[in-house]
């Protein structure tokens, strides 16, 4: 990647594709919102989960958690000018709200992790007064997002740590079936 942007117009043209094609699927989810289906490829969706153009929910949770930290890595850098991190600004408000629609929970949780690491990454470059700032102010947005969202997103949240609804559920399945695999891994136990 670094061979491949080696000068400010290759930057630039590539910046111009991703600010494109977030402008195009953030639009196609949000035709998808409220219409049903998005106009791109026609794929059904809305107010239960987005998906935009992509086949389900996880698909588009999983290009929104690649877009949205490239995005905020823009909007925060020193080398691009105002306009750009406006539209940046602008777009990752998009990208979180689609994010949050699609009612991806592993999606939100790779979004948690790339948040992370991406605060991790200031705090390594900044001193000890502005990573202090930059930690609370994380810990602040994160809380106020959660604390003003709607009741089903709250509920969705909550449902990854609960057994019931959750990764652990499925994990607890996969033990299960590599249990049955070993004791019966030649002939099986029949259908299913």
Not at 39 to 56: E, Q
Not at 168 to 174: A, D, P
Request: proline share 1%; charged share 15%.
């Amino acid at each position: 990647m670094v061979r491949t942007i080696d000068n400010k117009k290759s930057l630039r043209n590539i910046l111009f594709v991703m600010f494109a094609s977030i402008i195009f699927v953030g639009a196609d989810a949000i035709v998808q919102y409220f219409r049903g289906v998005d106009f791109l490829r026609g794929y059904a969706g809305g107010i239960g989960s987005l998906s935009a153009c992509f086949s389900n929910r996880n698909s588009f949770g999983g290009w929104l958690i690649v877009m949205i930290p490239i995005i905020l890595m823009v909007m925060f850098s020193r080398k691009f000018t105002l306009k750009i991190k406006i539209t940046s600004g602008l777009l990752s408000l998009l990208l979180l709200t689609c994010l949050t629609f699609t009612f991806s929970r592993a999606s939100w949780i790779g979004f948690t992790l790339s948040m992370g690491f991406i605060v991790y990454h200031f705090i390594i470059l900044f001193s000890n007064r502005i990573k202090m700032v930059i930690i609370l102010l994380s810990i602040l947005i994160f809380s106020m997002l959660f604390y003003f969202s709607p009741q089903t997103i709250k509920e969705h949240m909550n449902s990854v740590i609960t057994i019931e609804n959750s990764v652990f559920f499925r994990v607890n399945l996969w033990k299960e079936s590599l249990e049955i695999i070993q004791d019966f891994s030649l002939f099986g136990i029949g259908l299913n």
